[in-house]
C-alpha cells in the first residue's frame, strides 16, 4: 500500500466542481485583486474564527511580520518565540529587523513554555510570538498575563491551527493579532501560498491594509507599503472550503484517537491533548530515539511520514553567512524533541485501511 502524507489533491477532487466553478466565477468577473470574492473571504473568516477583522495577505509569513511592523515592532527590539516550529517564525521577525529570543517548550505539548518567558524579557522586548505547534494552542491565558505585566504586544502564530480552541478561550481572544496561513497542505488550504491577519483591534486594521497593498488604502494615494496581497482566485478556494473546516478538523481527530489507541505500549511517545482543549491535529507527532530507522522503515513499506521539525531554528544557518552569534543558545528538550520527531500521515480524506496499514506498519517495527 501507498500511502500519502499531504490529502489536498484528494480533498479537491470530492469537491471539484464547486472549486472549479468558484474560480470560474472569479475569473468572469475580471476582478483577481482585492475585488469582492476577497471582502467576501474576509468577512466570512473573522465571523468563522469569532475576531472582528481579517485581514487577506499572500503568505502566512507575512501575515506574522505585517503586524509587527503595524505595532511599531522594529530595528532594536526583541521578540521571544520558540525555536521548535518552522523557520518562518524567526524569519517574519528577523525581516522587519528585530532580534529573536528563544526559548523552550513544554515537554508534553511542545509548545512555547510560559514559565519560562519572564526570564528572557529585557528592556528590549516588544513582543511575545506563541506558536500553536502542530494543532494545539499554546497557554494563552499564562502568555497574555505576562504580556499585561510588561507591557508587551502578542502576536499569536496559528499557521497550523486554525479551528482549534484552548480551556476557556479562543483563537485571537488573549492577543493583538493572528497570523494564519492557507499554503495547500494546511487545514484549511489553497492552491498556493496566502494568508490572513486576523485581530480584534481596530486601530491596527487600516494599517496592516495599507501595508499589504503598496501603503495604499484609496487608489492612486500611497505611502510605504509592499506588495502582500491575497488574491480572489484563492479567496474563492477558500470561501468553498472554509464552511467544512470544522468537519474535517472533527476527522482529523478522530483519526488521531483512532492512531493514539493504536500506538498505546509501542514505546513511542504520542501526542499530548490538554485538558479543555480541541486540538485540530494539523500534525499527528511521534517521537522516538530511533527516529530515522523507524521513519525509512516506513518509507520502504509506502508511507510516505515525515519530520516537522528535524533542526530547531537555533539550530539553522539563520542569515546567509550564518547564525548571530548572540543567538547561540542551548535548549535541550527543544533539541531532543528536533531529533526524535516524525510526522505520520494526517489528513481528513484517509480511509480505514489506510489508518490501519499505518498503525500495524508502525507497531511490526517495534517488534520486528
Known sequence: MQIEFYGHVRQYHNMKAEIDQAILNVIETGQYIQGPTLARFEKELAAHCGVKHAIGVNSGTDALWLP??????????????????FFATAEAIWIVGAKPVFVEIEPDTCNIDPTQIEAAIT???????????YGQLANMPAIAEIARRHNLFTIEDCAQAIGAAGDGFAIGELSDAVGISFIAHKNLGTFGDAGAVLTNRDDIVDRIRALRNHGSLKRSRHSMGYN??????????????LPHIDAW???RREIAAMYTRGLQDTGLTLPTELPGYHHV???YIIETDQRDELLKYLN???????????????????YPWGMPADLDVSLP???????????LPMFPELT?????????????????
Open 249 to 251: 478538523n472533527d476527522r
Open 228 to 241: 502582500s496581497r491575497l488574491d480572489d482566485l484563492h479567496a474563492s478556494v477558500l470561501s468553498v472550503k
Open 123 to 133: 528592556d528590549k522586548t516588544k513582543a511575545i510570538v506563541p506558536v500553536h505547534l
Open 300 to 318: 520502504d513499506a509506502g508511507i510516505d511520514a515525515k519530520t516537522h521539525y528535524p533542526i530547531a531554528i537555533h539550530q539553522q544557518d539563520g
Open 333 to 343: 528538550l527543544t533539541e531532543r524533541s528536533a531529533a526524535q520527531v516524525i510526522s
Open 352 to 368: 480505514q485501511d489506510e489508518i490501519d496499514y499505518v498503525i500495524d506498519t508502525v507497531r511490526a517495527w517495534g517488534t520486528r
Open 281 to 283: 491535529y494539523h500534525l
Open 68 to 85: 509587527f511592523l503595524a505595532l511599531g515592532i522594529g530595528p532594536g527590539d526583541e521578540v521571544i518565540t520558540t525555536s521548535n516550529t
